[in-house]
Antibody, heavy 117, light 106 residues
Framework: QVRLKESGPRLVQPSQTLSVTCTVS????????VSWVRQPPGKGLEWVGA???????DYNSALKSRLSISRDTSKNQVFLKMNSLQTDDTGTYYC???????????WGQGVMVTVSS | EIVLTQSPTTIAASPGEKVTITCRAS?????MYWYQQKPGASPKPWIY???KLASGVPNRFSGSGSGTSYSLTINTMETEDAATYYC?????????FGAGTKLELK
């Protein structure tokens, strides 16, 4: 069955870099697009960026200068790196699989990241 | 980017009551997608292509709309439907979400 699981640090200091890994099973990252979506505590959902099945990427323009999404196809993993973190980057970071239509049909459990000194 | 405005922000409904949540887009979109999220859980796909129910979604739910106005309707509210519902579009990049509608049990 399809599964996505995020892993990464729970606490990051301001100005530092966040690195989160999404390990997927049940599908290949070369066959389906994968996005990152984040959610500040008690707030709504924000699309962070995507890596397309062909390997190209697209980023939220508000975050683009700080963001990098990549993958390891041999391990079926997708990576999120965001630098210069600030307190308003605190939130839960989800990876989500795209369906054959432009919507997210499977989500990981998310990783809660707190930016604090 | 396309801004999605959901209303109401919060709604309380009694079991058996009909509930409608609206999502308005700042520009016309081709389809609307909906997710259900309960506290401490990931969002679940709920409605796709405006009106199609995701796997496992009870048929008391329905979706409709076109252009800039879309809605999610629960024909008869049940206890398990208490959650936050988000609309989402991807007619243009970036994909955007509404701010969510919290549905509470009265």
């Amino acid at each position: 069955q399809v599964r996505l699981k995020e892993s990464g640090p729970r606490l990051v200091q301001p100005s530092q870099t966040l690195s989160v890994t999404c390990t997927v099973s049940g599908f290949s990252v070369t066959s389906y697009h994968v996005s990152w979506v984040r959610q500040p505590p008690g707030k709504g959902l924000e699309w962070v960026g995507a890596i397309w099945k062909g390997g190209s990427t697209d980023y939220n323009s508000a975050l683009k200068s700080r963001l990098s999404i990549s993958r390891d196809t041999s391990k079926n993993q997708v990576f999120l790196k965001m630098n210069s973190l600030q307190t308003d980057d605190t939130g839960t970071y989800y990876c989500a699989k795209h369906g054959p239509i432009p919507y997210f049909d499977y989500w990981g459990q998310g990783v809660m990241v707190t930016v604090s000194s | 980017e396309i801004v999605l405005t959901q209303s109401p922000t919060t709604i309380a409904a009694s079991p058996g009551e009909k509930v409608t949540i609206t999502c308005r887009a700042s520009s016309s979109v081709s389809y609307m997608y909906w997710y259900q999220q309960k506290p401490g859980a990931s969002p679940k796909p709920w409605i796709y292509d405006t009106s199609k129910l995701a796997s496992g979604v009870p048929n008391r739910f329905s979706g409709s709309g076109s252009g800039t106005s879309y809605s999610l309707t629960i024909n008869t509210m049940e206890t398990e439907d208490a959650a936050t519902y988000y609309c989402q579009q991807w007619s243009s990049t970036p994909p955007t979400f509404g701010a969510g509608t919290k549905l509470e049990l009265k």
